[in-house]
Nanobody, 116 residues
Framework: VQLVESGGGLVQPGGSLRLSCAAS????????MNWYRQAPGKERELVAGISSSGGSRFYVDSVKGRFTISRDNAKNTVYLQMNSLKPEDTAVYYC??????????WGQGTQVTVSS
């Protein structure tokens, strides 16, 4: 099982980044997919989630209207489009796969830094 994140980097406030998470080794279409983040000294928090079919989405209040989660089950990939980035969005972003039985898989994380 692998979840490989990409797309992180350094961006100025107000900028945009698109994170990708490529999955392999499990039946991607059977798993809800989530993006978590962890800033230095803080607990990991759920940022956004999408159901296995893509029909349901969740966003934490602090990113609503700025971030969009999507998935392509044909490509076994989930995305997080991040617009209007703020310094407080700086964190390591992790991709997570979770099925109805609670089985969890995690990626290695990708750093997002928002700074001028």
């Amino acid at each position: 099982v692998q979840l490989v994140e990409s797309g992180g980097g350094l961006v100025q406030p107000g900028g945009s980044l698109r994170l990708s998470c490529a999955a392999s080794g499990f039946t991607f279409s059977m798993y809800a997919m989530n993006w978590y983040r962890q800033a230095p000294g803080k607990e990991r928090e759920l940022v956004a989630g999408i159901s296995s079919s893509g029909g349901s989405r969740f966003y934490v209040d602090s990113v609503k209207g700025r971030f969009t989660i999507s998935r392509d089950n044909a490509k076994n990939t989930v995305y997080l489009q991040m617009n209007s980035l703020k310094p407080e969005d700086t964190a390591v972003y992790y991709c997570n796969a979770r099925n109805v039985n609670g089985r969890d898989y995690w990626g290695q994380g990708t750093q997002v830094t928002v700074s001028s």
